[in-house]
C-alpha cells in the first residue's frame, strides 16, 4: 500500500491509500469517493504529464508520498 498526496491548488489536499498496480482510473475513483466529484471530471497530472487511466501508478513508477495535481474538469 502507497500515499499518494493530491493537490488541486485550490487549497485541498487528497490523500489517497491505494496499491502500486492500480490504474489512474482506479485511484480516479478513490479522489472521487473522498471528494464527492465525479471521476470522470477528474484529471491528474504532473507538470505537463496527463496521466492515463488504463496505465498503473508503478509504470509513471509514482510511489509512496509522492505529490500529484488534481485538476477538475
Do not use: F
Not at 498526496?5 to 487528497?14: A, E, I, Q
Amino acid at each position: 500500500m502507497i500515499e499518494v498526496v493530491l493537490n488541486d491548488r485550490l487549497g485541498k489536499k487528497v490523500r489517497v491509500k491505494c496499491n502500486e498496480d492500480d490504474t489512474i482510473g482506479d485511484l480516479k475513483k478513490l479522489v472521487a469517493a473522498q471528494t464527492g466529484t465525479r471521476a470522470d471530471k477528474i484529471r491528474i497530472q504532473k507538470w505537463y504529464n496527463i496521466y492515463k487511466d488504463h496505465i498503473t501508478l508503478a509504470d509513471y513508477e509514482i510511489h509512496d508520498g509522492m505529490g500529484l495535481e488534481l485538476y477538475y474538469d
